[in-house]
Structure formats: C-alpha cells, structure tokens
Nanobody, 127 residues
Framework: QVQLVESGGGLVQAGGSLRLSCAASGRAASMYDMGWFRQAPGQERDFVAAVSRSGGSTSYADSVKGRFTISRDNAKNTVYLQMNSLKPEDTAIYYC????????????????????WGQGTQVTVSS
C-alpha cells in the first residue's frame, strides 16, 4: 500500500511557473515508477510525465515537452513536477500516481497501469 499526497497547485498567470510535489508514504515507495496525470473538466485523465524508480529515465507528453520537468528525491520519498511557461490549456486537476514496475520495463503512460493515486491538486492558469 502506498499513499500519495499532492501539493503546490494554485492560480498563476500565463507564462508563469509552479512546482507540484507528491509525497509518498508506505511500503517501499521508492520501488515505484511515478507519474503525473491531469484532468480538465469534462475530459479524460491524460498522461503528463513519468519518472523511473531510480530517477534515471523520464517520459513526457508532447504537449509539455520543453516546459515541464519531472524529478524525484527518493531520500524524501517525493516526486516533483516543475511547470514553466504555463498556458491556459494546462488548467486541470493534477494527479500523482505510482506504478510497480517490473525490472527492465519501460515507463508507462497508461493511467490504468498505475495502481495508487493521490487526491489531486488544482492548477489554474489565467490568460
């Protein structure tokens, strides 16, 4: 069992920055690949970024490449999402999720392969 708690959301103007944090607790939290997803009203939950359990591999949605950076600090059991050059279309609830990966498995972008989820944090970007 892994518990995830997101923080750092808020209201920001277009072009601004936010850093989201996801604190993980529970059994062997550092053994999980971690992902960020987002869901806007009336839309499906979309993949944003993922990081391997070691932090050595990352993956990004095309819409955020070059603007967002995912990272993790296993000593603190925390995953971060640095979001720069924010756009109004980035407005959504952002969720942190954990995937228990098999050794050698590539990072997954499929929400249904992430077992544990946080409660979400709202990000609103004004134009």
């Amino acid at each position: 069992q892994v518990q995830l708690v997101e923080s750092g959301g808020g209201l920001v103007q277009a072009g601004g920055s936010l850093r989201l944090s996801c604190a993980a607790s529970g059994r062997a939290a550092s053994m999980y690949d971690m992902g960020w997803f987002r869901q806007a009203p009336g839309q499906e939950r979309d993949f944003v970024a993922a990081v391997s359990r070691s932090g050595g591999s990352t993956s990004y949605a095309d819409s955020v490449k070059g603007r967002f950076t995912i990272s993790r600090d296993n000593a603190k059991n925390t995953v971060y999402l640095q979001m720069n050059s924010l756009k109004p279309e980035d407005t959504a609830i952002y969720y942190c999720a954990a995937h228990l990966a098999v050794v050698g498995e590539r990072l997954t972008e499929r929400a249904d392969e992430y077992r544990y989820w946080g409660q979400g944090t709202q990000v609103t970007v004004s134009s």
